[in-house]
C-alpha cells in the first residue's frame, strides 16, 4: 500500500477557498486517489476520485500533479458543514479494502 | 434509494457477553466491508465479503470475531465474549462492484458498542 502524507490539521475561514496536501510519492501506477471525509460522529463519506487529470464534481476539485506523487482537494468556498477528517487513499480500484491514514482535521471559522 | 443501515446504533454489553451488530447494503449492492475506529484512533479494515463468501478476513482479530453475509438478509459482525478493548465504532460499507473495478464504497452511520 502506497504510504501517504498529510497535515494533522488545518484551519480556514468559513466562504475562503480551502487546499488539502496529500503526498504520495510511493503510489503505483494504477492506484486511483480517492479522498473521503469523516464528519464528527459519523461514517466516512466518498468526496471524489482521480487517475490522472484533475477532476470536478459537486463537493470539491481534486489537482494531480503530473508526476502523481501528490494530490490537493480543494474545497472551493468552505462552511461549517465541511469542518471534518480528510483522509487521502491510493487505492488501484476504491473496492479493496481501504487503508485510512490519519488524515487532516479540517476546521472552518465562522 | 436508501443508504446503508447499521443497527443498533449504540449498543452496550457487559465483558463476556455477546454482541452482534448488522449491515444491510445499498440495494443492489453485494460487496460489504467492516471497518473498525477505535477511540482517538483512524479506521481499520476488518473483513471483505460477498453474499455467502469471505473474501479477505486480514484485518480480522484471530478469535472471538466473526463474520457473515448470508444469501438473504444483512450482514453480521458477531463478537463473542466482548473485553474492554472491543469498545468501538464498527462502520460498515458497500459498494455495487467488485475487485478490479473503480467504484467507491458507501459507509454507514457506525455502531458504537460499549463494553462495559
Known amino acids: 500500500d502506497a504510504k501517504t502524507t498529510q497535515p494533522n490539521s488545518m484551519e480556514s475561514n468559513e466562504e475562503e477557498p480551502v487546499h488539502l496536501p496529500c503526498n504520495h510519492s510511493?503510489?503505483?501506477?494504477?492506484?486511483?486517489i480517492h479522498w473521503y471525509r469523516q464528519l464528527p460522529s459519523q461514517g466516512p463519506e466518498y468526496v471524489i476520485h482521480?487517475?490522472?487529470s484533475n477532476v470536478n464534481n459537486r463537493m470539491a476539485s481534486l489537482a494531480i500533479a503530473e508526476d502523481r506523487k501528490s494530490s490537493t482537494l480543494i474545497l472551493h468556498r468552505a462552511t461549517l458543514r465541511d469542518a471534518a477528517v480528510y483522509y487521502c487513499i491510493p487505492d488501484p480500484s476504491g473496492n479493496t479494502p481501504l487503508v485510512f491514514g490519519k488524515g487532516t482535521r479540517l476546521s472552518v471559522i465562522a | 434509494n436508501a443508504g446503508v443501515m447499521q443497527n443498533p446504533r449504540h449498543l452496550v454489553r457487559r465483558r463476556g457477553q455477546e454482541a452482534r451488530l448488522r449491515c444491510s447494503p445499498m440495494k443492489g449492492h453485494s460487496h460489504v466491508y467492516w471497518y473498525r475506529q477505535l477511540p482517538e484512533e483512524g479506521l481499520k479494515f476488518m473483513v471483505y465479503l460477498q453474499k455467502e463468501n469471505i473474501i479477505d478476513e486480514s484485518g480480522m482479530p484471530k478469535e472471538r470475531f466473526s463474520a457473515e453475509f448470508p444469501k438473504e438478509g444483512p450482514s453480521i459482525l458477531r463478537i463473542q465474549q466482548v473485553v474492554r478493548g472491543d469498545s468501538a465504532a464498527y462502520f460498515c460499507a458497500s459498494s455495487p462492484l467488485g475487485q478490479g473495478l473503480v467504484d467507491t464504497q458507501y459507509f454507514g452511520p457506525g455502531t458504537r458498542l460499549t463494553v462495559l
Open positions: 510511493t503510489i503505483s501506477g494504477t492506484d486511483y
Open positions: 482521480g487517475l490522472t
